[in-house]
T-cell receptor
Framework: DAGITQSPRHKVTETGTPVTLRCHQTENHRYMYWYRQDPGHGLRLIHYSYGVKDTDKGEVSDGYSVSRSKTEDFLLTLESATSSQTSVYFC????????????FGNGTRLTVT | RKEVEQDPGPFNVPEGATVAFNCTYSNSASQSFFWYRQDCRKEPKLLMSVYSSGNEDGRFTAQLNRASQYISLLIRDSKLSDSATYLCVVNDAGNMLTFGGGTRLMVKP
């Protein structure tokens, strides 16, 4: 399995608080992604990164920011968590953007109360 | 219209049955196709890539039909352990990989 670690695995937080999720990879892949998965919506891309300090928005980026200061780490921040951000968050990595498959981390289950 | 569509199922089949899923995509220029398997409360895992000429991996066969813009996954001799949700993934119009909503398979004894 690809070396991808997400932390925390579970988190419960209150509306309005900031939350940061971490993704760490040991594969030295250039591309990293954050997805959220919700019933009825499937997997939706939040943000992705194509290199250190190079990031771009996905289809559901509002309310989220990301940072990538090192190849191996990709952080997802909810500046002010809302109940609509209760979801399962998956980090993924790939060698290239167009033709390589994604490999996923174990996921973070976030509940915003 | 969604860019990548799958029948959500569930497909309920007995052990030993053959079952097939289709996945349609809207962008005729799509180039990359994959099937993933996702178990309940787990991350999606790559099952197989889909190549133009079709490809097989044990009991699993994937095919691409460019003319009709769909990919298929055939599972022969279904096992209880095949019960999962199967996701198709397609390189979409923006050259990002887009996931279908998944097809749930339940294999019964």
């Amino acid at each position: 399995d690809a070396g991808i670690t997400q932390s925390p695995r579970h988190k419960v937080t209150e509306t309005g608080t900031p939350v940061t999720l971490r993704c760490h990879q040991t594969e030295n892949h250039r591309y990293m992604y954050w997805y959220r998965q919700d019933p009825g919506h499937g997997l939706r891309l939040i943000h992705y990164s194509y290199g250190v300090k190079d990031t771009d928005k996905g289809e559901v980026s509002d309310g989220y920011s990301v940072s990538r200061s090192k190849t191996e780490d990709f952080l997802l921040t909810l500046e002010s968590a809302t109940s609509s951000q209760t979801s399962v968050y998956f980090c993924a990595i790939s060698q290239d953007r167009y033709n390589s498959p994604l490999h996923f981390g174990n996921g973070t289950r976030l509940t915003v109360t | 219209r969604k860019e990548v569509e799958q029948d959500p199922g569930p497909f309920n089949v007995p052990e030993g049955a053959t079952v097939a899923f289709n996945c349609t995509y809207s962008n005729s220029a799509s180039q990359s196709f994959f099937w993933y398997r996702q178990d309940c409360r787990k991350e999606p895992k790559l099952l197989m890539s889909v190549y133009s000429s079709g490809n097989e991996d044990g009991r699993f066969t994937a095919q691409l039909n460019r003319a009709s813009q769909y990919i298929s996954l055939l599972i022969r001799d279904s096992k209880l352990s095949d019960s999962a949700t199967y996701l198709c993934v397609v390189n979409d119009a923006g050259n990002m990989l887009t996931f279908g909503g998944g097809t749930r398979l339940m294999v019964k004894p």
